[in-house]
């Protein structure tokens, strides 16, 4: 069961997006759990007895860093920006890299089946809407509160194939960061690490024309233990590139 805590600054859409997202609203704090909180500042991710949260911001921090001081140049590499490719992101998370290809100018179309973290992201960008730095790149992103595997090819028949399929399945990696290992910790505490990867992999290489990007740790196994076509390495992270079952013509 997932829940939310309104607090009485909490706004008014904060109940609906919790009937919406399935979530269950408490009217007391939970004491052994991970929650989302919501308050005058938005949705949060929070853990019983902690004081840490985990909020979806792509207007300050990091996000308003990367973009406007430059960043993401390994995964525009990846999935091929220059082309303006339309994006599928079938892991959504907490939705940092469906923002950065969005900020490049691209269209994605964005998947997350966890409801506490669908609610999350939703919120994020709502909060992005709502700025006029971050507006126009939000406005790029659509959210789909479901399981990729279900909808993609369906979508795939309604609107056309996308040329990318981006991948960023959980991995229990080490992080040196204490900020990202009390994030991670809190968001694998919520949705767990186990993710069937064949079926990502087998569905994503149904629907994209032309690549599937999947993003992994830089000495990090293979998704699916299955070898890429080629990659693209950072100092710590990669991106995997697969071909797709009916590839479409491209040059890398």
Not at 133 to 162: K, Y
Not at 174 to 193: D, N, P
Not at 206 to 226: D, M, T, Y
Request: aromatic share 8%; with cysteine.
């Amino acid at each position: 069961m997932t829940c939310i805590y309104l607090a009485e600054s909490a706004q008014a859409s904060a109940c609906e997006l919790a009937h919406t997202f399935g979530l269950t609203i408490v009217r007391q704090l939970p004491d052994n759990i991970e929650y989302l909180y919501a308050d005058s500042d938005g949705i949060s991710l929070c853990r019983a007895g902690e004081k840490g949260r985990v909020q979806v911001d792509f207007v300050g921090g990091a996000a308003q860093y990367r973009r406007t001081k430059g960043g993401g140049e390994l995964i525009a590499k990846a999935v091929n920006h220059t082309s303006k490719p339309a994006v599928w992101d079938g892991t959504g998370g907490l939705g940092r890299d469906s923002f950065v290809l969005a900020s490049l100018g691209l269209t994605i179309h964005t998947f997350e089946q966890h409801p506490a973290v669908a609610c999350l992201l939703h919120d994020g960008l709502n909060r992005a809407l709502q700025h006029h730095n971050t507006a126009e790149i939000a406005q790029r992103i659509t959210l789909h509160f479901v399981d990729m595997s279900t909808l993609m090819p369906q979508l795939a028949q309604e609107i056309g194939r996308p040329d990318v399929v981006y991948l960023d399945p959980m991995y229990p990696e080490r992080q040196k960061s204490a900020s990202v290992k009390k994030e991670m910790a809190y968001f694998h505490g919520l949705v767990g690490t186990t993710q069937d990867e064949a079926a990502l992999l087998n569905t994503a290489r149904a629907v994209a024309k032309k690549r599937i990007v999947v993003k992994r740790p830089r000495l990090g196994g293979f998704l699916n233990s299955e070898k890429p076509a080629y990659q693209y390495s950072g100092k710590s992270t990669r991106f995997d590139v697969y071909l797709p079952d009916n590839p479409s013509q491209e040059s890398q």
